[in-house]
């Protein structure tokens, strides 16, 4: 069991920082493509390569009744379509900063959907884990400089983005449990992936302006779509059956260390408080994951 345990909290770190990394793949991107198509490029990719994991395993996973088709489709368009839209959205109308802190609310948001809707029994340690993982993102993406921060309409797509991930997550635990991660993750994908496309069809020129991208550009989507979607929301979802929403999303903060660090590794160098801030996320990760409790009870 505590195997099962360690493996999964791997997977779950495993999914933040392949999210990590696509902000600086995405960034990498941003003047070469606009956002719904590079959303509905991505996606496409991950739809592909889920429908060719799926038909080299011969068989479904389970079978799913209709009731199950009622409850992915919201979800799905939830989860991805809602989620990428609200996203990149927000990003035309507020700074990263914003965007990222905001974002680094969803455990709290999290905990709390699962209060009300899977009746989850929050301890003192996990709130102050949490707490202490916020502060810490606030200084990695900071840097101490507080004074940067500011409000844009934009915030509010941003908070409608967490919202609706905290959802899909609580929401995926609550309602499909019963259904097997790899096959959820798929339909979810897809149904998102296929709201992306026609959106994209509909408010920009994906047809025209994709087979004009460099081979750089679409091999950096690809990596989103193969590492960033369907390895990410595989490794995610199991973290989320596993170990509920209420602790997965813990790791949720590490996203923009893994994001700094991957800046690192091309040359952006931290400062002193983003150091400190990423102590704090990974402190704060594992007083909420029960880390220190275990550790005492083991001696």
Known sequence: MKSQSSRIWLMVIASTFFWGSNFN???????NVTPLTAAAERFAIALVLFWLIRFSFGNAESKLALRDALILLPLGVIGVFGFNYAFFTALHTTSALNAALIMALSPLVSTLLSVFLLNAKIQLYQYVG???????????????????????????WMLLACCVWSLYSVGSKKFAN???????????????????????????????SIPKLSFETHSILMYMGICGSVLAYIYWLKGVYFLGPEKSAIAFNLVPVFTLLVSLAFGSIPNAVQILGMVLVLAGVLVSSGWKRKAVATN
């Open 178 to 208: 019963h259904i097997p991660s790899l096959q959820f993750a798929r339909w979810t994908v897809s149904i998102g992936a296929v709201a992306l496309i026609i959106a994209a069809l509909a408010i920009e020129q994906p047809l025209t």
């Open 130 to 156: 949490m707490l202490i993982a916020f502060v810490g993102v606030t200084f990695v993406i900071t840097g101490g400089h507080f004074s940067l921060l500011h409000s844009e309409v934009g915030d509010l």
């Open 25 to 31: 793949a995405g960034h990498a991107v941003a003047d």
